[in-house]
Every structure is written in structure tokens, then in C-alpha cells.
């Protein structure tokens, strides 16, 4: 028996990281490798907030935003091994958990009633060691998807859908059923360079004799998820849990089917293609929901409901299959996006009954639904962090979960403020940061917000719009475009709403102005605006075929721009999606680090140094972080905190902008066209002023993370301290976050 302050399954679902709280984490895994149904064995493609192309400036931080930038420098091919690679090693890097692979949990001690019960122990037998190896601990984290632990200890929970009385949910059938969504399997192919034979085994089906070829669309050369609707399990006579190794024979003739159809119907030009891997774990999307002390549902996730419980944001669409699956004669996914990110409460990582559980992942108080959104594993990590942290506090405090919830939230949420976790909108504030009692000044600030440098052209087929940060006002700017005959210009600029959201929500003001024809104008429209609060505008400029813009192919940071889709571009025949959600029609799909040309007339403070300290670490409104002006060749930029009498410290910490707006995948069905991201500080120094000069204390050197921290060995007292950046990965600007002193 190993006595181990608190135990994490690990699912995909990565744990607190223990670093600071000194706890101990047994991480037990059943299989030979982490990651759940991101691992090399089952290849998901780990998606969050920002993977639908909706959301802006909504890719998760703190442990999930490590490891995806880490796998964008060491990984950007997406190979599913790398990613093994480094999940492992992030986790091997933490003295503090103790990681049992191979080892499956099966027997779990529990006592107490039905409605309070408390875990003791869990055991877990080590394959091919052949060790019965038993854990105690104060909590436990159920992160297995399946939920067996919660289920051994006496949790209660759910299956399938819920009735729509039940939670007035627009998506809920009348009744309430075992529908859930199915499993799928995935395969990778491969040219060999030669022609190579498939002879079919005699368990694959004739897939000519089903709905599957006519409907779905196959590419040889496609791998991984693009074969994501090969799914069964679904409907009500089946069990995704009990009936697995029958659904697994299923996917196999399915997938050995689909391969003889693509190898040998003449169809295809495969004669070269060979099979590279095909999954043998049936990666699991639902089983059991554990029931907590709230249940997340559709309504909460529409409305983007503020909980004070919040803990950590989603940003996938409500994503819910047909239960026949692959077998499905209409086989749509539903799609609804919601306005902007939405809000996960700590309430829901709990359980409602066994007072020292919590869980994260696909297994979490939400109703089916709701799953439907919260499942995707960036979430789901966002999530486990969430539920490590409280943990780790409850230990510190000897409190259950539900009392944590109670007395402690607000502490809950500033650990992970402290963590960068992905929280949007809350501020932190934490009495000992010395930085935020500075005054902070800079070598330079941006105050001329333009996107001047032309690339492409884009003719106005469509309503086009671009988004900047208003701070304090904005009266006038300048849009770069070709009039091919004389005509109007009808330019709006609308609010937002809510700060994390960008969407046009209400018009504001319009101005029409009269372009004579030419290329290359910088015509001027009048938007004049004084918002209470520093927000971000939303200008549109309405459909024109007499015009044309132009797109610069620099980024700026703060600056996004859309095109309204006509139809909506994440529709496709496997998907059906509401075209009238706003979030939808405003893509930005074809802008991404390519905005159109304009420049503001009027000064900004939007970009000021003392961001740094504001205490928000993510834009929310606006960007929330320092620029300076463009870099000029071996010169550096710096960041001054200023004290009134001499400080004294020892930790040093930095948030560079890592650009929170760009979709990261980890098996990446995209190419990023770099490997760090271009707005990281790349080398930088940490200067003290002391005995009437300035000494470097620390410095980081070719930079690729979002936060560095630095632990001097001996405490520095003094009232000046800079943080001097030398070079960036690609940005024109030096781009700084935050910055806390301790
Ligand atoms: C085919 C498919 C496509 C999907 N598409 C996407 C997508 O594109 N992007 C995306 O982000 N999400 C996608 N999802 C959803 C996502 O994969 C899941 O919701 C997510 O993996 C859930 O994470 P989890 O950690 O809760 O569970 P899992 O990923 O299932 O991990 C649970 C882990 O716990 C381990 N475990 C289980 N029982 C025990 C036990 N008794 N003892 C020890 N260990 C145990 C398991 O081996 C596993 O490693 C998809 C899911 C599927 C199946």
C-alpha cells in the first residue's frame, strides 16, 4: 500500500501540476501511454476553443498551452509518437508525480452512505509486472472518460441523454433515453512509393452494401480524424462500455471495408497507398456523467452564464452525432456555436455525494448536451487542471471539494490566475506581487495602431469587417483600397457586447462616404466613439463590387479581421450548423495573421505599459498587454517598474504574448508556417539598478514559451527594475503580458 496524498487518473485529462503546492500525484494509467484518446493508440487531434475557426483569442494557457506550443517547436509535423513524447516528458519533469502506467484501477474502498460516501483506497493491478498495487490518499480524481472509479466508490451519475423537462434543454428528446454518442477507430496511410496489393480480410464488409461510400467522402491520403464519423455504439441496444470489444470487431470490418473499397472499386488513385497503422483501442467519446453539485446544461452554455464557481472556459460547439453512427442514413453532426466562450463552474468537477472526489474530462457534471461541448480535450485539460488545484487546496485546508466551493472559490480561482490557466475576464490580484504596486514605464509605446503594409488585394464580394481595441476613443481612420468605379462606402462600427466576445453586436456609428475611382486610396470615414470602457470596435465595411481592399500579410497584435460567409465554410456534408449564428457568419478563417489595411487617426493608449500589471493576462475587451513601437535593428525595448521605496525579491516572472488567437493542433492537420510563435520575446534580460547602474540578474535566451520564470539565488533590493527585450521570434514589437514580482 503506497501512501500518496492525492491520486490522478490520467485520462487525456493532464493533472495539477504539484510544482509549489508540494503535493504528491500518483498519475495511474492503464494503458502503456498517456494521453487517453490523444495518445499514438487512438490519435484524436486535440481541439479547444479555438478549433472551430469561431472563437478569437481563446486558445487555452497554462498546462495545455505548454504542451501545444512545446509540440509546435518539437513536433510541427504532428507526429502522434512526438506527442506521446511530450505528454511523457512533461509529466517525468514533475518530481512530484509518481506515474504507473499500465496500471488498470479496479477495486476502489469506499464508505459512508448513499448520499455522503468517502473514497480510502483504489487498487490497481500492473500489467506485465503482475503488481496488485493499492493508494491512499485524502482526494481522488476520476479522469478515466469511463468514470469506473466514481462508479466503484458509489457515485451517482448518468448515461445518455436527459429528458427536455429535466433542464429545458432546446436539443433534449421528450424522454429521457441511453442514446450516447458511439466510438470510432482511425487509420493512417501512406504512398510506398511502389504498387502495393490489398487483399481484404473475410471479416470486412462490403461497405458497396451500405449508406457509408455514397454519403461520405473519402481522399486517399486521409488519415487520423478525417475519418472521425466512422463511429458505432450510439443507439440504445448498445453499450459503448459493456459492448466494446463488439463495437471494436465493428470498426475493423468497417475500416478493412473502406480500405478494399478504396485499394480496389477503380476509384481512387491508391495503387501506391498502403495501410501505415489502424487503431485498435475504440477511442470512446461518452459513457457515464458523473452528477456534481451543478449540472452544466445547453441553456448555460447559450447564454454564456457567468458562474462565481468559474474555473476555466470552452469555446467548442455543442457537437452531437447521430446514434447509428457510421450507419446512419442521414449522417449529420448538429452543430451550435455560441456567441463566445463559455463559462465551466467549479461545481461541476464534484461529486455530489462522495465527498472526496472530483473528476475531469468527458465524465463531468454536464448533461449530454452540454457534453456536447465540453468534451474536446483542450476543455477537458482546462478542466483537469482546474480540479488538480482544488485538490492540492483542499489537502492544504483538510476540506472536501464542496467546502473548497464554499469558503475558498476566490482562492481556487487566483491559484489558477497564478498558473496562467485558461481563464478569461477574471482579474488577479495577489497582495504579494510587488509589480503590481510599481509604476511601470517603457523605452517606447505603441500608440499609431495601422496595418500599412499591402500584400494582396480582396475584392468586396462580400461584408468584410476588421476589430481593433478603442482605448480611450476613436473618431477617424483611413481604410487602404482600389475603387474600380466612382461609388459609396458604407462603413459601420459596432460594440462587441460582451468583452469576450467578437461579434458585431450593436451599431454604434455609420458613415457612407464617396470613393472616386483609383487604386491604392487611403480614404478616410468618419466613426467617431467614446465608449465608457476601453473596448474593441467591430467595423464593418458593407459588400461593394466597386472596391477592393487590401490585406497585408504583417500581423498586429490586437487587430482580427472577418469576412461574413454567405455560407457558413464549417458546413460540410457531414456537419449542419445554423448559418444565422453570428459567430459563424463572421469567419476569419481567410485573415488569420493576414489583416486588411487601415490605420487609426487618433492615438491609442490600447498598448500601454502598465497592462502589464492590470492583472488580466488574456485580451477581454482589448489586448490587456505593452507593445512598443516597431524594433529598430539592434536596438532593444524595455519595461520599467519603478518603486517608491527599494523592493526586495527573488522570483521574477514574465508573460510574453504567445497569441492566444492561433489555433494550435496537436497532430496537426495544418502546417503552421512556423515552429515558434513570431510574437514570443526571444532573448530578454531581467535588470536591477543597484550602486548607480544597471546589473542584469537574469536573462532567457532563445525564448518559445508564453511564461518564464526566473528564482534568483539571493533576494535583490532595489527600486528600479527592468526587463530589457533584445529580440523577438518574428514580431516587429517587443509584446509583453504581465509581469509579477515576488
Ligand atoms: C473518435 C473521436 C473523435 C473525437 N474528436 C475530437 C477532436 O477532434 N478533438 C478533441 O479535442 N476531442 C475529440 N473527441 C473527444 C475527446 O477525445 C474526448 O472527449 C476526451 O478524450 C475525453 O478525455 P478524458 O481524459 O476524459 O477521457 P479519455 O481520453 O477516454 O481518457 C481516459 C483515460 O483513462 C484511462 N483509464 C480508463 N479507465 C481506467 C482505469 N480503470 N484505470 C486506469 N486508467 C484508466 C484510459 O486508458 C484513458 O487513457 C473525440 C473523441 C472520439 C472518440
Known sequence: MLPWLAVVWQGFVLPY?????????????NRPVLGGNSSSEIRVWVLGATGLGVNRYARETGIIGEMLLENQYLNPDGNPYYWDLVMLEMVLKEKNISLFLNTNVHEVEADGNESSRKIRSVTGWMMGSERKITFTSPLFLDCTGDGLVGFLAGAKYRIGREAYREYQEKWAPEESDNISLGSTMFFYTKDAGHPVKFIPPSFAQDITKTAIPMKRVFKSGDSGCHYWWIEWGGEAHIDTLYDNEKIRDELWSVIYGIWDYIKNSGKFDAENMTLEWVGSVPGKREY???IGDYVLTQNDLEKQANFEDYIGFGGWSIDLHPPEGMYASDYVSKLFCVDGVFQIPFRSLYSVNVDNLLFAGRNISATHVAFGATRVMATCSVMGEAAGAAAALCVDKSVTPRQL????????QQTLLRNDAAIIGLKYEDPEDLASLAHVSASSQLKCLEVAKPAAKFHMENDVAFLFPVNPHVNELEILLDAHEDTEMVVEL???????NYIPHTLQVKDTVRVSKGDRQWIRVRLPWNPEQPQNAFVIVRENQQISLHQSDVPMTGVLSFIREKKANISSLLTAIDNDQPVVQWSMKPFVRKP?????????????????????????????????NPMQDGADEWLELQWEAPATFSRLEVIFNDDVNEDLVNLHYKRTPFDVIPELVQNYEWQAWVD??????????????????HTLEHDCTTERLRLV??????????EVVGIRIR
Not at 477581454?620 to 498587454?625: E, K, L
Not at 547602474?693 to 520564470?709: F, L, P, S, Y
Not at 527585450?725 to 517587443?734: D, H, I, L
Open 288 to 290: 457515464r456523467r458523473f
Open 494 to 500: 459596432w460594440d462587441t457586447g460582451r468583452p469576450e
Open 596 to 628: 486588411f489595411c487601415f490605420k487609426l487617426l487618433t492615438e491609442t493608449e490600447a498598448y500601454r505599459p502598465d497592462n502589464v500589471i492590470n492583472g488580466f493576462f488574456r485580451p477581454y475587451g482589448s489586448p490587456h498587454m505593452w507593445l512598443s
Open 692 to 709: 548607480g547602474m544597471w546589473r542584469m540578474i537574469a536573462e532567457g535566451n532563445n525564448n518559445r514559451k508564453r511564461k518564464a520564470v
Open 725 to 734: 527585450v533584445k529580440s523577438t521570434n518574428g514580431s516587429r514589437f517587443a
Open 17 to 29: 501540476r504539484p510544482r509549489g503546492s508540494g503535493k504528491k500525484v500518483a498519475l495511474i494509467q
Open 405 to 412: 466551493y464554499q469558503n475558498h472559490i476566490k482562492e481556487l
